[in-house]
Every structure is written in structure tokens, then in C-alpha cells.
């Protein structure tokens, strides 16, 4: 039996975005809450990311002069992106809470203000999509000023993976979640337990009434009074999940997620007797393969093509990472493309024009690339061809084929730089963003179109590209404020699930920068406000 002490409002399961998010927000209502954290530090996979949020119509939106109408049109642009009428109250949901969200957030000078960015939308050519997106970002917060409790947020995947010094500054995610750490503290509603697991919901009369956990190796039981949250990220890490639901690939070594986001919560929900949703789906990206053997996170390619195995070019290697993720999933799903791995051949020009692997051109390729064998190198093409192990005259046709395309600056085939996020990396744009889109350094063209330019002179390199993703997207079955579902479609009492523990609002796509984490967020809200009754 838990004793007096071991009883909250609400319980918590994990620390990333959603769990951050929505315990400041129960916390900040008064309700005693308790957020129970597997790992050692608080942030997740949200820690690793940009934070950028997809939330149309927030009030930084309208600060940077996007008109008070896009609201609207980026409902419409979400109905035809994630085109499922079944999701629609879940998207409605999704974008009333993120406005409401936001204004509550920014009432907390803790939280600062978020600023919006031009992140132009993923399908250019719905009805409703913008260039200048929707996305907005958290204030960064200088690492001072969170003191002590700076070293609990889970440091950024480059410093994680590769020992990269951390900045005095914590963006991004870091800053989302140290934010929400500070602010959550102030209320004086809530406690933080590092190194406590949820294994197990308790369910008395059919209603979750509390969890059972493992911390510091012993099982305790812990109690919630209005409700438990799930927000324990996807089952990215688990490589058996994966291959019971056919989320490819069916290993958790190519995932960009945290590593302690191994299932726990779906599988507790799923013993409550939740109903599940879109289990072989992911928040897929290619994956760039590092002198460490391991994808990373890869966009924005701007030379070379990529072809699979068979020598043959299969995507528009600048399209939105999602879509190009999922064309890689879905030629290793249907076995025509063989696309995992795949390579990346680009010439010295490239290479002298753009640099490699995060460094600029100037910075001489570390010699580890070579030796590790991630990136290969060889004096024509036919030597690579042979050296990646693939058809040498695919790979000369497909070379001959994008360098034909050089002159007229059509892609006949798939279409590379007509977007105005593929303008985003070559500075093509069509149509006008807002003035500040300005992320990257215009690159000299060729011919009309800087996207396309030609595979010259030698030598030649080689990179692989695996399919990687930034969680997985299936989950717990819920409605609109978050409740989880059983399969005759009755709420569990108590339940709720967020993020990556939760069914995707968005199905199978990735409609603009910042869904995955605005999902989390946005139904964190949902389900601290109906915990409330609000
Ligand atoms: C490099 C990179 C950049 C990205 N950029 C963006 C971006 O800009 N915008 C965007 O929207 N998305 C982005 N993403 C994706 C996004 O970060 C994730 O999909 C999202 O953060 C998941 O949020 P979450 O709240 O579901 O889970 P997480 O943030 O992963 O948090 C889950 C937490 O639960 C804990 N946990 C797991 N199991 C248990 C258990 N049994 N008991 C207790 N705790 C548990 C974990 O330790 C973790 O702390 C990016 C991802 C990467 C890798």
C-alpha cells in the first residue's frame, strides 16, 4: 500500500515536451503533481531536437506578420495533408490548443517568447501551404540562468554521440524543457523523480488510479488522484516492438530517438486495455551513416544524388526528410528499391562548394570518415560504383540522366528544387517567404535551377544513407482531450497519452516543421485541461 505521501494529483510518465509541458501546466492549476523520469536526465528526444513547433495562428505568428487569416488555411492545408476524416477532431484539437497553448506559456515570463521562423510547409502543393510556414521556437536561455539544474537536461545528440562541446547557451529543445523545468519548479505544486520507470498503470474499478514503478531498483507504487499522463516517447528503441509491428527497420540502432523510449508506457497502456493506432509508422528521415557505423538525422542535401542499391536514383534528395524517409521505407517494404542502404555520390566540386557532414568547406574531412569506411572515395565513377557495390551502368546512367538536367533545370523525374522548402537550401524560392528566410548561403548556379547541379571531374565519394527516424509515430488510441481509448471506443478513466505514446494526429505524414513536438504539447494541454475540467 502507498502511504499518504506516495499520492498525487497527477502522475506524469517521462520529461520530454509533453510530459515537461503538461506538468507545468497541472502544476501551474494547482494540482499536486509528480513527474516519474526512467533516465537520469530530463529532455528526451525533444532535447534533441530544434523545438520547432507547427502551431498556425499562435500569437508569435501574427507578431511576425503572418496574416490573422491563415489560421483557417492551415486547417484546410491539415485536413489535405493527413487526408483521413477519422483524425479530423484530433487535428482541430491540435491546432486550437497549440494557439492556447502558446498565449498561456508566454503569460510565464519563464517560457519568454517564442519567435517564428519561415520554415516553408511540407506539401508545396496542397491547398493552404505556405512558405512561410507555421513554425514557431522557444526562446534560447543562457545555461547560467538555470543554474544547478542545468546539468539534469539531457544534452543536445551531438554532444550525447560524438562529444561535441555544449554551448553556453541552451536552443531549442534543451531551452523548451529547461524552461519548463524552471517554471514548473516555481509553483511549488510538483516533484521530479530521475531514475523511476514506469513498468505497470494500476486500475481499480476500471479507472487508472496511480503506476507502478521501478526506482533505484525497487518497485514502489504511486498514486494520482485525477490522472496519469502518458508521455514516454514512441517504442523507437526497442528492436523487438519494431519487428511485432513492422515498424522498418527492424533494428532500434538506426533511430535518432532517446534511448530509454523502449515501449514501456504503450505496452502498460495496452494491459489497461487501450486500443492502438498506426504502430508500423515512424517520424521517418534519412539517415546519414557516421564514422561511428550509426545514422544521423539528414536534410538539406544540395549536390550529388543519392541511388540505391541497384545504381538507380528513387527521390528527390532535398524533399521534406519525412517524405524522403518514407520513400526509402517504402522501397524496402515493397522490395522493388532495395534503398537501405542507399549512397550518396557527389563530385570534389560539390564537396569544395558545400563541405561534408556538418563542417564547412574549408575543414579537411576528419581522417575517421575514410578509415570507418562511412565515406568512401574513389577517382571515377566506375571505381566507386564498384567499391559501394553497385551496377556500374545504373550508376553512369543515373549520373548521365541528372546531368541532363542541368541545362534546362527540370528534374523530369523527381521534380528536385521546385519546392519552397527545396528553395530553402539553394535560394530558388518561387514565391516569397517572409524577409528574414535566410538560413543558408546562396549557392552559385549552374544553370536555372541551383539544386541541379552537374556530377563533374573526380575523384568521386560515396556516403550511405540508412532509413533513420525521430521516433515512432503509432500509439495508444485517443480522443481529442487526450483520453485513451479502449476499443469499443470508452475512455479508460484517468488515462491520457501524449507525443510519441499516443496514436499520431497527423497519421502517416509530416505536414510542416514541428508536428511531432507541437503534438506533444498541444495534447499534453488537451489532457492537463480535461484532468482540470476545464
Ligand atoms: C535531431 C532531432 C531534431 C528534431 N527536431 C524536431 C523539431 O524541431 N520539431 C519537432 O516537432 N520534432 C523534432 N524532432 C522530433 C521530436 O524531438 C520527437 O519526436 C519528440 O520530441 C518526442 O516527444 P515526446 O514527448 O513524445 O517524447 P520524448 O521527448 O522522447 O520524451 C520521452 C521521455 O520519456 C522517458 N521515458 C521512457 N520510458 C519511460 C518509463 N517507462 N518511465 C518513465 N519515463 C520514461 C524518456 O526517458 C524520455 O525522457 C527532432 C528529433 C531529433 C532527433
Given at each position: 500500500?502507498?502511504?499518504?505521501?506516495?499520492?498525487?494529483?497527477?502522475?506524469?510518465?517521462?520529461?520530454?515536451?509533453?510530459?515537461?509541458?503538461?506538468?507545468?501546466?497541472?502544476?501551474?492549476?494547482?494540482?499536486?503533481?509528480?513527474?516519474?523520469?526512467?533516465?537520469?536526465?530530463?529532455?528526451?528526444?525533444?532535447?534533441?531536437?530544434?523545438?520547432?513547433?507547427?502551431?498556425?495562428?499562435?500569437?508569435?505568428?501574427?507578431?511576425?506578420?503572418?496574416?490573422?487569416?491563415?489560421?483557417?488555411?492551415?486547417?484546410?492545408?491539415?485536413?489535405?495533408?493527413?487526408?483521413?476524416?477519422?483524425?479530423?477532431?484530433?487535428?482541430?484539437?491540435?491546432?486550437?490548443?497549440?494557439?492556447?497553448?502558446?498565449?498561456?506559456?508566454?503569460?510565464?515570463?519563464?517560457?519568454?517568447?517564442?519567435?517564428?521562423?519561415?520554415?516553408?510547409?511540407?506539401?508545396?502543393?496542397?491547398?493552404?501551404?505556405?512558405?512561410?510556414?507555421?513554425?514557431?521556437?522557444?526562446?534560447?536561455?543562457?545555461?547560467?540562468?538555470?543554474?544547478?539544474?542545468?546539468?539534469?537536461?539531457?544534452?543536445?545528440?551531438?554532444?550525447?554521440?560524438?562529444?561535441?562541446?555544449?554551448?553556453?547557451?541552451?536552443?531549442?529543445?534543451?531551452?523548451?524543457?529547461?524552461?519548463?523545468?524552471?517554471?514548473?519548479?516555481?509553483?511549488?505544486?510538483?516533484?521530479?523523480?530521475?531514475?523511476?520507470?514506469?513498468?505497470?498503470?494500476?486500475?481499480?474499478?476500471?479507472?487508472?488510479?496511480?503506476?507502478?514503478?521501478?526506482?533505484?531498483?525497487?518497485?514502489?507504487?504511486?498514486?494520482?488522484?485525477?490522472?496519469?499522463?502518458?508521455?514516454?516517447?514512441?517504442?523507437?528503441?526497442?528492436?523487438?516492438?519494431?519487428?511485432?509491428?513492422?515498424?522498418?527497420?527492424?533494428?532500434?540502432?538506426?533511430?535518432?530517438?532517446?534511448?530509454?523510449?523502449?515501449?514501456?508506457?504503450?505496452?502498460?497502456?495496452?494491459?489497461?486495455?487501450?486500443?492502438?493506432?498506426?504502430?508500423?509508422?515512424?517520424?521517418?528521415?534519412?539517415?546519414?551513416?557516421?564514422?561511428?557505423?550509426?545514422?544521423?538525422?539528414?536534410?538539406?542535401?544540395r549536390g550529388g544524388?543519392?541511388?540505391?542499391?541497384?545504381?538507380?536514383?528513387?527521390?528527390?534528395?532535398?524533399?521534406?526528410?519525412?517524405?524522403?524517409?518514407?520513400?526509402?521505407?517504402?522501397?524496402?517494404?515493397?522490395?522493388?528499391?532495395?534503398?537501405?542502404?542507399?549512397?550518396?555520390?557527389f563530385d570534389q566540386k560539390t564537396l569544395s562548394r558545400d563541405?561534408f557532414?556538418?563542417?564547412?568547406?574549408?575543414?579537411?574531412?576528419?581522417?575517421?570518415?575514410?578509415?570507418?569506411?562511412?565515406?568512401?572515395?574513389?577517382?571515377?565513377?566506375?571505381?566507386?560504383?564498384?567499391?559501394?557495390?553497385?551496377?556500374?551502368?545504373?550508376?553512369?546512367?543515373?549520373?548521365?540522366?541528372?546531368?541532363?538536367?542541368?541545362?534546362?533545370?527540370?528534374?523530369?523525374?523527381?521534380?528536385?528544387?521546385?519546392?519552397?522548402?527545396?528553395?530553402?537550401?539553394?535560394?530558388?524560392?518561387?514565391?516569397?517567404?517572409?524577409?528574414?528566410?535566410?538560413?543558408?548561403?546562396?549557392?552559385?548556379?549552374?544553370?536555372?535551377?541551383?539544386?541541379?547541379t552537374?556530377i563533374?571531374?573526380?575523384?568521386?565519394y560515396?556516403?550511405?544513407?540508412?532509413?533513420?527516424?525521430?521516433?515512432?509515430?503509432?500509439?495508444?488510441?485517443?480522443?481529442?482531450?487526450?483520453?485513451?481509448?479502449?476499443?469499443?471506443?470508452?475512455?479508460?478513466?484517468?488515462?491520457?497519452?501524449?507525443?510519441?505514446?499516443?496514436?499520431?494526429?497527423?497519421?502517416?505524414?509530416?505536414?510542416?516543421?514541428?508536428?511531432?513536438?507541437?503534438?506533444?504539447?498541444?495534447?499534453?494541454?488537451?489532457?492537463?485541461?480535461?484532468?482540470?475540467?476545464?
Open positions: 500500500m502507498a502511504d499518504k505521501d506516495e499520492t498525487y494529483d497527477v502522475i506524469v510518465v517521462g520529461s520530454g515536451g509533453g510530459g515537461m509541458i503538461g506538468a507545468y501546466a497541472a502544476a501551474a492549476r494547482g494540482l499536486r503533481t509528480l513527474i516519474i523520469e526512467k533516465s537520469d536526465q530530463i529532455g528526451g528526444t525533444t532535447s534533441y531536437s530544434g523545438a520547432g513547433l507547427w502551431f498556425p495562428g499562435t500569437a508569435p505568428t501574427k507578431r511576425a506578420g503572418v496574416p490573422e487569416t491563415d489560421f483557417e488555411v492551415a486547417r484546410g492545408y491539415l485536413r489535405a495533408a493527413v487526408n483521413d476524416e477519422s483524425r479530423a477532431e484530433l487535428q482541430d484539437a491540435y491546432l486550437a490548443a497549440g494557439v492556447e497553448l502558446i498565449d498561456e506559456l508566454e503569460r510565464n515570463p519563464r517560457f519568454g517568447t517564442f519567435e517564428h521562423q519561415p520554415v516553408p510547409d511540407y506539401y508545396h502543393l496542397l491547398d493552404g501551404a505556405t512558405a512561410h510556414g507555421r513554425t514557431i521556437f522557444p526562446a534560447p536561455i543562457p545555461v547560467a540562468e538555470v543554474g544547478d539544474q542545468a546539468t539534469i537536461v539531457r544534452k543536445s545528440i551531438y554532444t550525447e554521440r560524438y562529444g561535441h562541446t555544449e554551448d553556453e547557451i541552451f536552443v531549442g529543445g534543451r531551452a523548451l524543457i529547461a524552461r519548463a523545468l524552471l517554471a514548473f519548479e516555481e509553483t511549488g505544486n510538483g516533484e521530479l523523480r530521475l531514475g523511476t520507470a514506469l513498468s505497470d498503470l494500476v486500475l481499480e474499478n476500471g479507472r487508472v488510479v496511480g503506476v507502478d514503478a521501478v526506482s533505484g531498483g525497487e518497485q514502489v507504487r504511486l498514486r494520482a488522484t485525477r490522472g496519469v499522463l502518458l508521455a514516454a516517447g514512441g517504442f523507437e528503441r526497442n528492436a523487438e516492438l519494431r519487428q511485432k509491428y513492422g515498424t522498418l527497420p527492424g533494428t532500434a540502432d538506426w533511430s535518432d530517438g532517446a534511448d530509454a523510449n523502449t515501449g514501456d508506457a504503450l505496452l502498460a497502456g495496452i494491459a489497461a486495455g487501450a486500443d492502438t493506432d498506426l504502430l508500423d509508422e515512424a517520424w521517418y528521415v534519412p539517415g546519414l551513416v557516421q564514422p561511428d557505423g550509426k545514422p544521423l538525422f539528414q536534410t538539406g542535401v544524388i543519392w541511388v540505391n542499391s541497384k545504381g538507380n536514383r528513387f527521390v528527390n534528395e532535398v524533399r521534406p526528410y519525412d517524405q524522403a524517409g518514407h520513400a526509402i521505407r517504402d522501397g524496402e517494404r515493397d522490395e522493388t528499391g532495395s534503398h537501405a542502404p542507399s549512397y550518396w555520390v563541405g557532414g556538418g563542417k564547412s568547406p574549408e575543414t579537411p574531412i576528419a581522417d575517421e570518415w575514410f578509415t570507418s569506411g562511412a565515406l568512401k572515395k574513389a577517382d571515377t565513377l566506375e571505381e566507386l560504383a564498384d567499391v559501394i557495390g553497385v551496377p556500374v551502368d545504373a550508376l553512369l546512367s543515373s549520373v548521365k540522366t541528372f546531368n541532363e538536367y542541368v541545362e534546362g533545370g527540370v528534374d523530369e523525374e523527381y521534380h528536385r528544387g521546385e519546392s519552397a522548402w527545396d528553395g530553402m537550401f539553394g535560394f530558388i524560392v518561387g514565391y516569397p517567404a517572409l524577409p528574414e528566410q535566410n538560413f543558408v548561403v546562396p549557392i552559385e548556379a549552374e544553370g536555372p535551377n541551383p539544386l541541379i552537374s563533374g571531374e573526380g575523384p568521386y560515396a556516403a550511405t544513407i540508412l532509413l533513420s527516424d525521430i521516433g515512432t509515430k503509432g500509439g495508444l488510441k485517443t480522443d481529442a482531450d487526450a483520453r485513451v481509448l479502449r476499443a469499443d471506443g470508452s475512455p479508460i478513466d484517468g488515462l491520457y497519452a501524449t507525443g510519441n505514446t499516443m496514436a499520431a494526429m497527423s497519421g502517416g505524414v509530416y505536414p510542416g516543421a514541428g508536428t511531432p513536438i507541437g503534438s506533444t504539447l498541444a495534447f499534453a494541454y488537451q489532457a492537463v485541461k480535461d484532468i482540470a475540467g476545464e
